[in-house]
C-alpha cells in the first residue's frame, strides 16, 4: 500500500485487548505514531510501529485547544504527511480531521477491511468483543453492521 499510515491511540488499545494489534502489521506493514500516542497507550510498542515527532507544534497547540493530546498530535502529522492514512475513532476527531481533508479510517474500518482480507473470519464475533472490552460503538452502527456482517 502507498500511503503511509498513522494511528491515533483508540485503535492501538482497541486491537491490543482483544489479542489483534498484529492485524495492523498484517494489513500495512507499519504504522507511525507520535510520542503523546506512545505515553497514551502506555505499554512497549512491537518495533513496526514506529514514533515520529511533529514538526510544527504550533499546528498542534492549536488542535489540542479541541482534543486530546494523542488526537491532537495524530491530525498534525498527518497534516505534514501528504500521503497518509489517519486511523482515528472519537466523533470530534473524526471532524476536525475532515475538516483538513485528511483521509481517514476508524478501528471498524480496519476489522473490515482484514476480514475482506481474510485475516479474520467471524467480524461481527470480532467487533461485539471489542465492544465488550468497552469500545464505543453507536446503537445505530451496531445494529447496522449486524444487519450487513452477521451470518445468516
Known sequence: MDKIIISDTSCLIALQNIGLLYILKELYQEIIITKEVQNEFGESLPEWIIISEVANKQKQAEIEKRLDKGEASSIALALEI????????EVKGR????????DIIGTIGVLLLANKKGLIGDVM???LRLVNRGFRLSDKLIDRLIDTYSKK
Not at 82 to 88: A, T, V
Not at 95 to 102: G, Q, T
Open 95 to 102: 471532524k476536525i480531521a475532515k475538516s483538513f481533508d485528511l
Open 82 to 89: 501528504k500521503s497518509s492514512i489517519l486511523i482515528i475513532d
Open 125 to 127: 464475533g470480532t467487533i
